[in-house]
């Protein structure tokens, strides 16, 4: 469904990707885990070319995607949820959900309104669809996100970082939605801080540090038994901050709230 | 008092056909400023740098120079060119081109203003350039813009009293008229300036209400 190779990316003199291969399968839930700046979030956005990338391929669908590509038809196939929800503030939260079906997809203003309502009504926000977003809160902003993505019927969700800006206690109402998502067999490729989360949902877990892919592993090997040393460390320091938080009686931590259980999930390890 | 009613009755008519034209020549001139202010903000903001290079020296020749300078280059200088123009065309161009450039700014401003995020969410969802200007990066800037677009039609609508010095009859030159008839320069004069006052101050207070509708981030 998403495949890369040796995909690189630079920011001015920074080199943010160094020749990263990926590959995410139908119905597939990877996450990608690793230090701020390593270069997760640049890879979600090369996939849909928001970042042009400097070297490598990038395949979805089995369709590479080049300067002469189609992007708009291409990134239809790959709805995207953002760390700062970027809904529209002038629309309503069903305007923002329907605005792409009825602009892009050319779907009449009537039946794109009841699509609209079945999508907030799954996301739990059956009440809030004449709602401007500036009246939500983090939590249901970004379930409106969630279901304006999944209006294009989008075969694969890039979620990148959809839990970061929002308060403790809001995380988990956006995790049970994706949980649920996750359930129906949605193919997924996730951004994360949330660990317990990754670890929970994911068949397969990419540890990504300095632009690179370190290690790749299903969700309960690189959980429990990592390889690299690097993986162990950013493990050990995860570990720390959760027992920290909790040490300080902070529930905020979502980590501690989701204990990682583990998920039997297909082997990927064959290919 | 007296004053006051006799001018009231005897010039009250004259001086308000003025506001006809007043009103005439903001009219146009903004129709003008508005085309010619979009063209300059698309030109300095696209990729082209010869279109940009163009734009900026638009805004700055105007910016650097005086209004009415201007005007009489359009209207007197242009004549040495046998290009003789009325003066309500020549003050309508005038005007234009002055504003063009200052809304030029404004509008470029507005459209820079609105997120990145907004034209990204937009790419995500397939939408394409012309739609996401329409849908979702214009209705943004219009909001963010209508402050200093009603500050600056209040203010279009005060230079137009410039048309004076090239003999269009609005509502300064008809009032400047009636002063040097009557000699009662600081009633006529006065009286010219409630009516300014009452045609700006409601925009003022239009814009102000319109603001409201700004949805909150």
Not at chain 2, 17 to 31: A, C, H, K
């Amino acid at each position: 469904m998403i495949e890369t190779v040796g995909l690189a990316k630079r920011f001015g003199t920074l080199e943010v990707l160094h020749g990263v291969d990926l590959r995410v399968d139908e119905n597939e839930k990877v996450a990608v885990i690793g230090p701020s700046g390593s270069g997760k979030s640049t890879l979600l956005r090369c996939l849909n070319w928001l970042e042009v990338p400097d070297g490598g391929r990038v395949v979805i669908d089995g369709e590479e995607i080049t300067p002469a590509s189609d992007l708009a038809r291409v990134r239809v196939k790959l709805g995207m949820v953002f760390q700062h929800f970027n809904l529209f503030p002038h629309l309503t939260a069903l305007g923002n959900v329907i605005e792409a079906p009825i602009q892009v997809l050319r779907m009449p203003r009537r039946e794109a309104e009841a699509w609209g309502r079945e999508l907030l009504r799954q996301v739990g926000l059956a009440d809030k669809a004449d709602v401007h977003p500036g009246r939500l809160s983090g939590g249901q902003k970004q379930r409106v996100a969630i279901a304006r993505a999944l209006a294009m019927r989008p075969k694969a969700l890039l979620l990148d970082e959809v839990t970061s800006a929002l308060d403790p206690e809001l995380v988990g109402e956006v995790l049970s939605v994706l949980r649920r998502l996750a359930r129906e067999g949605m193919t997924m490729l996730i951004v994360t801080h949330e660990m317990g989360f990754a670890r929970e949902v994911a068949d397969r877990v990419v540890f990504m540090d300095e632009g690179r892919v370190v290690e790749v592993g299903r969700s309960e090997q690189i959980f429990t038994q990592p390889r690299s040393p690097r993986l162990q460390k950013f493990l050990r320091a995860v570990i720390e901050r959760v027992v920290m938080d909790e040490a300080l009686g902070d529930e905020g931590s979502p980590a501690s709230r989701e204990p990682g259980a583990p998920r039997t999930s297909p082997d990927h390890s064959k290919r | 008092m007296d004053v006051y009613r006799d001018l009231v009755l005897h010039y009250l008519p004259y001086i308000l056909q003025g506001v006809t034209v007043t009103i005439r020549l903001t009219f146009f001139s903004l129709l003008l400023s508005i085309v010619l202010g979009l063209v300059g903000a698309i030109a300095r903001t696209s990729r082209s740098r010869i279109l940009r290079g163009l734009a900026t020296a638009y805004v700055e020749i105007i910016r650097g120079t005086p209004a009415l300078l201007q005007l009489f280059i359009i209207y007197f200088g242009l004549a040495n060119y046998q290009v003789r123009l009325s003066g309500m065309t020549a003050a309508i161009i005038a005007l234009g081109v002055l504003g063009g450039a200052y809304l030029s700014e404004t509008f470029r401003a507005g459209i820079e203003a609105v997120d990145r995020g907004q034209v990204e969410a937009a790419k995500s969802l397939g939408m394409r350039g012309p739609v996401i200007m329409r849908r979702i990066v214009l209705p943004q800037a219009v909001l963010i813009i209508l402050p200093p677009f009603g500050n600056f039609v209040i203010g279009l609508i005060k230079d137009t009293s410039l048309a004076l010095t090239i003999s269009v009859p609005e509502l300064m030159y008809r009032s400047y008229d009636v002063s040097s008839q009557t000699f009662r320069s600081m009633e006529v004069f006065t009286i010219a300036g409630l009516i300014y006052l009452a045609i700006c101050y409601p925009l003022s207070r239009g814009v102000k209400y319109l603001e409201r509708f700004r949805p909150p981030q």
